[in-house]
């Protein structure tokens, strides 16, 4: 590297500000949960108070006016589970279940206002002579799943748009989500889940960044990222999981314009919670992107699209009762005869 461009690139990094990171400590005190680390992406308690404000608003009026999405992405991820013809146990974080398919559910919730949004009744079987399904709430962070349950516990586990707040390095890390989901399975359990991926509010993405840059010439992170559909199928793999299927939908939602869209997102506790956000966004930046979105992605009648990118998962824990394919060599069948 010539010298001059190295006293530049030595004058430049002693002008940035240092960061501060948690220490990392090998002694077993007790972990403050608040903490940020070194490698995190998303500020977890910050996520928990947004769910828990979105749900405080008139009572949970609002919070439940905005479950479209939600209700919509969990009736078309319960369906792939009733294709599954199994009655047993289940821990899930959905209340779409049929008796004669669980017994009992289990709900994990790091919002303790979310968790009890919904009183019990919501959750029983309404139909003459059908079993009263079983509610256990757990307040917890999944990212600490085998806190709360047990190790080959559960035959299937569920999760309905939560995993997207866990960046992809953390989910199959030796304590990652997808790793402790796997181990509280039985063996031969189910994992189905949904998550946003990364195509969700590209139209949003897009109009911000190009809004900031314009009036302020710079870009912030505004809109989470999300994991790509192409890494889940590797995701599950290494953290376990056998019998691999992965598929995406969209979800397209029409609103008359941005503001509508970013207040449903805050009633709906998915506001930003990348770590070193900005606090706020200047009006006139807003304003900018309102009119780009409009300009760019705006629908003939005025109002606006918004795509949520859904990411299906299902994968299985090993069992020596599954399908195995045979071993090389071993076919009866001659292919020339066949073709």
């Not at 949960?33 to 609002?62: M, S």
């Not at 079983?134 to 799943?145: A, F, M, S, T």
Request: charged share 30%; with cysteine; glycine share 6%.
């Amino acid at each position: 590297m010539p010298l001059s461009l190295r006293h530049q690139l030595r004058s430049l990094a002693s002008r940035v500000p240092s960061r501060n990171y948690a220490a990392v400590s090998s002694s077993p005190s007790q972990t403050n949960p608040y903490t940020v680390g070194p490698y995190q992406v998303f500020d977890r308690n910050a996520k928990r108070l947004q769910r828990d404000r979105a749900v405080a608003r008139d009572g949970g009026d609002r919070s439940r006016t905005v479950d479209y999405i939600r209700d919509e992405i969990a009736e078309r991820m319960m369906e792939r589970f009733m294709d599954i013809k199994r009655a047993r146990d289940l821990a899930t974080f959905s209340k779409l279940l049929e008796s004669d398919k669980a017994k009992k559910t289990v709900m994990l919730e790091m919002s303790g206002k979310t968790l009890h949004r919904e009183p019990d009744s919501e959750f029983e079987a309404t139909s003459t002579g059908q079993d009263i399904v079983q509610v256990e709430r757990i307040q917890g962070d999944e990212e600490n799943l085998l806190q709360h349950i047990e190790r080959e516990s559960q035959e299937a586990v569920l999760s309905c748009l939560s995993l997207h707040w866990n960046p992809s390095h953390r989910l199959t890390d030796e304590a990652g989500v997808l790793v402790q989901i796997r181990e509280s399975l039985k063996p031969d359990g189910l994992f189905l889940g949904a998550m946003f991926g990364g195509d969700t509010l590209f139209e949003l993405r897009t109009s911000l960044q190009l809004a900031e840059a314009e009036r302020e010439g710079g870009l912030s992170p505004h809109v989470s990222p999300m994991t790509d559909t192409r890494d889940i199928s590797n995701l599950l793999g290494r953290a376990g999981f056998t019998l691999l299927t992965v598929d995406t939908d969209e979800v397209k939602v029409g609103y008359p314009s941005m503001w509508e869209l970013m207040e449903d997102l805050q009633d709906m506790g998915e506001s930003n919670a990348v770590i070193g956000r900005r606090a706020r966004i200047s009006p006139d930046t807003l304003a900018a992107a309102s009119a780009i979105y409009k300009e760019l992605h705006g629908n003939e009648d005025g109002s606006i699209p918004a795509t949520f990118q859904v990411i299906y998962m299902i994968g299985w824990k090993p069992a020596d009762s599954q399908p195995k394919p045979l071993e090389r060599g071993s076919g009866k069948v001659n292919l020339k005869e066949v073709l």
